[in-house]
C-alpha cells in the first residue's frame, strides 16, 4: 500500500512537471507575463476571471503587452490604446484571426461566422455582408422595420401608464424582433412564450461566456466537458436554438420561394440551389 502512495504521488509530480516545462517551452517566444502554474496556468493570479481591473494590475508589472495562460492556453493581452493601434495598423495582417474559447467551439461545433477563421469565415462574411445589404442595410429597407418596432415599443410602453417599470426587457424583446424579421421574415409578439425562451436562452449563452465555469472549461475542456454545473446550460439552450432554427428552415423549404428572398434563410437556400447548380 505504502509503495503505490509513493508511485502515484511520484507520477502526479512528474506529471504536473510535465505540464510546466510544456508551458515553458511554448513561453519562449511569447511576451512575457506572470508565471504560470502547472495546468491551472494564470487562473489563480487572475481569480479565475479576466476583469479588465485584474488585467490592468498585471500591465503594471509587465508592460502593455504581456502573455497570460489559460490552463495551457496562451492569451496575448494588449493593453491601453497605443498597443492596440499598433497591432492593429501596423501588424493587422498578423492579427487578422480571432481566438475561439474551448467552451464557444463545443457549443457551435466549430461552425458558424463567430467561431471561425481563414477562408470559411472570409466566405461567410463576404455572403452576409451582401445578404444584409440586399436586405436594406444601410437603407430605407431596413429603416422602416426598426420604426415598425420602435412604435411598437412605444405603445407598449404607454401600456404601463407611467408607472416605473424595468424597461430592459422592452428594449432586449424589440432588437430581437429586428433580427428575427432579417433572419426568419417574421416577428413574433412580446407575449410570445417561445419567442421569449429564446430570448432568455440567448441571454444566458451570452452570461455564460463571461463567467467562471467558462474560464475553467476553457483550461479544462476534456474535463469540464463531463462535469455538472451552470456551464451545462450552454448546451442545452444552444440544442433548443439550433431545434427552432432548423424548424425554420424546414418551414422555408415546404414554402415557395419568393422570387427576391426576403429573409436570410431564402437568400441562404438560395445559394445553395445555385450551388448544386453550378456543380451538376
Not at 66 to 84: D, Q, S
Request: proline content about 5%; glycine content about 8%; charged content about 20%.
Amino acid at each position: 500500500m505504502w509503495f503505490i502512495q509513493q508511485l502515484l504521488l511520484v507520477f502526479v509530480f512528474f506529471l504536473f512537471f510535465g505540464k510546466y516545462l510544456k508551458i515553458i517551452w511554448k513561453a519562449r517566444s511569447l511576451p512575457p507575463g506572470p508565471s504560470p502554474f502547472p495546468i491551472i496556468g494564470n487562473l489563480w493570479t487572475l481569480c479565475f476571471n479576466m476583469y479588465p481591473e485584474t488585467l490592468s494590475k498585471v500591465s503594471k508589472l509587465y508592460g502593455n503587452i504581456y502573455t497570460v495562460w489559460i490552463g495551457e492556453t496562451p492569451v496575448i493581452v494588449l493593453h491601453g490604446y497605443k498597443a492596440v493601434k499598433n497591432a492593429i495598423v501596423s501588424h493587422s495582417e498578423e492579427l487578422s484571426g480571432r481566438p475561439v474559447s474551448n467552451l464557444m467551439k463545443d457549443m457551435s461545433n466549430g461552425k458558424g461566422i463567430v467561431v471561425s477563421n481563414g477562408h470559411i469565415w472570409k466566405q461567410q462574411r463576404r455572403f452576409s455582408l451582401m445578404t444584409l445589404r440586399n436586405l436594406g442595410l444601410g437603407k430605407h429597407g431596413l429603416e422602416s422595420r426598426i420604426q415598425e418596432e420602435a412604435q411598437g415599443l412605444v405603445e407598449v410602453l404607454a401600456t404601463q401608464n407611467g408607472k416605473p417599470i424595468d424597461v430592459s426587457n422592452f428594449i432586449v424583446h424589440s432588437v430581437a424582433n429586428v433580427i428575427s424579421a432579417v433572419v426568419f421574415g417574421h416577428r413574433f409578439s412580446i407575449d410570445d412564450p417561445t419567442f421569449q425562451k429564446l430570448v432568455a436562452g440567448n441571454q444566458e449563452i451570452i452570461d455564460s461566456l463571461g463567467s467562471k465555469w467558462a474560464t475553467l472549461y476553457d483550461a479544462f475542456p476534456w474535463l469540464m466537458k463531463h462535469l455538472p454545473g451552470p456551464h451545462q446550460k450552454v448546451f442545452k439552450n444552444r440544442e433548443y436554438l439550433g431545434d427552432f432554427v432548423s424548424n425554420e428552415v424546414r418551414i422555408h423549404q415546404q414554402n415557395e420561394s419568393p422570387e427576391e428572398p426576403d429573409d436570410i434563410i431564402y437568400h441562404y437556400l438560395a445559394q445553395i440551389e445555385k450551388r448544386r447548380y453550378i456543380k451538376s
